[in-house]
């Protein structure tokens, strides 16, 4: 028999959408269609149906059978979809960040070895399994603050074996946790030690090895590079790209975070799934993304954090552009993974309305992973992964009231997820 999953007093279904509209951009962003006092249907783990809410409904021959969840007032919406974490890494890095607040900046930390290449160091010498429990640790909490979809990088590895040792982490993690995970590689996270003075060895390094095998082993859905000032260069990221290309991987891209680097450029020619950071956006980036697929992909944790510029999201959004809000989640410059935070974010820091902060972390985030045709809205069809809130005054109140777990029932896949 199918298993059915009734909600029922939901004060508000949020999130509504039909099933062919992929993402939202400029003026649409601002549209978030809901229904007050509302019924959501799931079976077999999809979405079968949902509307304002009838008296008795137990009566009706399409509710029989069902489990019933009282929403109790509480709020739905469809599950966060963060599309842009690394977060499998060993140990966190809050030395650095005292450095950071001593004024250094996060190119110095770099080159002082710090950054990327300490992850790197202590990434190689923890073993599978202690990444693996890590990074799980990481997935229940984010569970818990609201997400139902995320993606996740290697990039701490940096040689082929630390690289394909991180992939079979987030392979694991895809096994074992309710949550739809996508992999990206990110061999061009930075340049090693060892390759130091030898950037163009690493980057052939990256083409005619480490490709070849994440994409025979089918580890990887993406390819990233950090195209920026003091990492890799537009050229660079060319070829990086186009080999992934040719081996079945679309490019999703870390690109403008510390300089006008040409990476926004670079990702719509190559016709990136996203570009993501996007601090330093001007006219002339605006223009190459406008009539793209290219979901631009902003990360006010990481801008918050290391107390960066802001993107100019409202400049964007006004231009036509869509917009997806991630969290970043790292070591380095964003140790949270918690979507409701960047939920307020968006709203506080980039004045995007709630309306527009609730879709780029939802249907727009799921577009910027390749999901966006089975998740991050309120569809019939569409996998069941959605939140219920305790009850809440308003839908403007979920990124008003920042830092607090508005959030009192997950379910994933039609299945209520023990929160702990
Ligand atoms: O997205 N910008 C590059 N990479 C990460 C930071 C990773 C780290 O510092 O460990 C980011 O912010
Ligand atoms: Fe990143």
Redesign the pocket.
Known sequence: MASRLLITNIKKLAGIETADLLFKAGKAMSELETIDNAFLLIEDGKIKSFGPEINNMAQYPEFEDCIVINAGGGMVFPSFCDS?T?LV?AGS?EIEYIDKIKGLS?EEIAKRGG??LN?SKRLHDATEDELTEQALARLNEIITYGTGAVEIKS??GLNTEDELKMLRVIRRLQAISPLTIRATFLGA?AVPEEYKGKQDEYVDLIINEMIPVVAAGHMADFIDV?C?RGFFTPEETEKILMAGIKHGMKPKI?AN?LDYSGGIQVGVKYDALSV??LEYTGDEEIEALLGSETMPTL?PG?AFFLNMVHAPARKMIDAGLPIALAS?F?????PSGNMQLILSMGSIMFRMTPEEAINACTLNGAYAMGVSDELGSITVGKTANVFITKPIPSLAYMPYAFGSNKIETVILNGQVIQVR
């Not at 790292?330 to 964003?334: F, K, V």
């Open positions: 842009h690394h890494y890095r996060y950054g990327i992850s990039g701490y996270h950090f920026d870390h975070e993501d950071h990360l990481a970043d790292n070591p380095g410059s964003s």
